[in-house]
């Protein structure tokens, strides 16, 4: 199982960037995809996840839209009105669709490599 995180870069607060996360080896509609971040010094922290419909941290409900496209195993994150706060490398993670505890990383089994988000103020 391999997932390819990517769309990472630098952008100005308020600006957008959309992350993606392929995956392969795994039949896709039947795991559950999560996106994770962590910054410098913190721990890692759930953004979103998407199984049949997407979850949100509460810092990112607004702002930031989850989509999936089966047929490209391949999972988005939208990200609008970015703050430096949102300053991370984002990691995607899969799991069994079924699987409880959505928020919890330590729920995940596979992980990509992470792309790095900067947002300047």
């Known amino acids: 199982v391999q997932l390819q995180a990517s769309g990472g870069g630098l952008v100005q607060a308020g600006g957008s960037l959309r992350l993606s996360c392929a995956a392969s080896g795994l039949t896709f509609s039947s795991y559950a995809v999560g996106w994770f971040r962590q910054a410098p010094g913190k721990e890692r922290e759930f953004v979103s996840a998407?199984?049949?419909?997407?979850v949100y941290s509460e810092s990112t409900k607004d702002r930031f839209t989850i989509s999936r496209d089966n047929a490209k195993d391949t999972v988005y994150l939208q990200m609008n009105s970015l703050k430096p706060e949102d300053t991370a490398i984002y990691y995607c993670a899969a799991r069994g669709i079924s699987d409880s505890n959505i928020y919890r990383p330590e729920t995940f089994r596979y992980w990509g490599q992470g792309t790095l988000v900067t947002v300047s103020s």
């Open positions: 998407i199984r049949w419909s997407g």
